[in-house]
Nanobody
């Protein structure tokens, strides 16, 4: 069973918005967890996008998405979201949700991953 399940990807035009969702297939997300979004464009390394602590506090964003993307959560349904506004062609990638225990932008710190959802932005 895949521990995390992403949804909401698609093909849009530059300037459009999308909301990605990541649900925990295993149920409750522990308070100590850190939830993050990463993305991987063709031919590039997987890179950090945003993260938040499940217990609360300020989220963290990559500079490339700051001011355009918002990460949030719904604890009642163990789901984390990524609201993406003013999408750019450079945002085209497979977006992955991940869960770890460290407040880190390093993908190696995350143990559980989803299978990813494709986001394609046409200019």
């Amino acid at each position: 069973q895949v521990p995390l399940v992403e949804s909401g990807g698609g093909s849009v035009q530059a300037g459009d918005s999308l909301r990605l969702a990541c649900a925990s297939a295993s149920g409750r997300i522990y308070t100590s967890s850190v939830m993050a979004w990463f993305r991987q464009a063709p031919g590039k390394e997987r890179e950090f996008v945003a993260l938040l602590r499940w217990r609360g506090g300020s989220p963290l964003y990559a500079d490339s998405v700051k001011g355009r993307f918002t990460i949030s959560k719904d604890s009642a349904i163990n789901t984390v979201y990524l609201d993406m506004n003013s999408l750019e062609r450079e945002d085209t990638a497979i977006y992955y949700c991940a869960r770890g225990s460290q407040y880190s932008t390093d993908r190696r710190e995350y143990t559980f991953w989803g299978q990813g959802t494709q986001v394609t932005v046409a200019s």
